[in-house]
């Protein structure tokens, strides 16, 4: 069974420009998240699917920052535009819809974002 | 204050050597809480989850004090396979939230 997959690996923008990741969960999870790990700091959370629909997006540090799951499949992760501060690792999550409280998410391999 | 807190380490420790991490958590609403391990540039992997009785899985034991809001994870026998980076993990459960909080997570180096 595939895991999940995120793309790109790795993307370097300059400052202003746009950049799109997108993440592929496993297929039949339900729930998608996404987290970013900036550099020195702990994996923080930004936002949760639940199929197309947004469950949770607490996280979500501006409004540069746009999430959609068309389709309840893959999700995409947009910045625009992006500022230097968003440099990091965006990880993607999925889920089953019966275990989303077992702690049990399986994590891509991460986007890294550098913005110069 | 961090949510979860951690010492980044890293612990170097020989082969065969016990180490031990801990981890404080600062919301006293967290409802579970997980070990995740993260190896050099790749994901996080679920390690274990930790309950209030202590809970063990071969050389790993992990222990949780609920009224000192405290987590703690014990390694015997050290392989070099162990060298990650271990991250003490909680969530809150509440109504719809069912989010992740990591602590930024303790290194650990298996020396030979």
């Known amino acids: 069974e595939a895991g999940v997959t995120q793309f790109p690996s790795h993307s370097v923008i300059e400052k202003g420009q746009t950049v799109t990741l997108r993440c592929d969960p496993i297929?039949?999870?339900?729930?998608l998240y996404w987290y970013r790990r900036v550099m020195g700091k702990e994996i923080k959370f930004l936002l949760h699917f639940v199929k197309e629909s947004k469950q949770d997006e607490s996280g979500m540090p501006n409004n540069r920052f746009l999430a959609e799951r068309t389709g309840g499949t893959y999700s995409t992760l947009k910045v625009q535009p992006a500022e230097l501060e968003d440099s990091g690792v965006y990880f993607c999550?999925?889920?089953?819809?019966?275990?989303?409280?077992?702690?049990?998410?399986?994590f891509g391999e991460g986007s890294r974002l550098t913005v110069l | 204050r961090k949510e979860v807190e951690q010492d980044p380490g890293p612990f170097n420790v020989p082969e065969g050597a016990t180490v031990a991490f801990n981890c404080t958590y600062s919301?006293?609403?967290?409802?579970?809480f997980f070990w995740y391990r993260q190896d050099c540039r790749k994901e996080p992997k679920l390690l274990m989850s930790v309950y209030s009785s202590g809970n063990e899985d071969g050389r790993f034991t992990a222990q949780l004090n609920r009224a000192s809001q405290y987590i703690s994870l014990l390694i015997r026998d050290s392989k070099l396979s162990d060298s990650a980076t271990y991250l003490c993990v909680v969530s809150l459960l509440d109504t719809g939230r069912r989010a992740l909080t990591f602590g930024s997570g303790t290194r650990l180096q298996v020396q030979p």
């Open positions: 919301n006293s609403a967290s409802q579970s």
């Open positions: 297929s039949g999870h339900d729930n």
């Open positions: 999550a999925s889920s089953h819809m019966t275990s989303p409280n077992t702690g049990e998410l399986f």
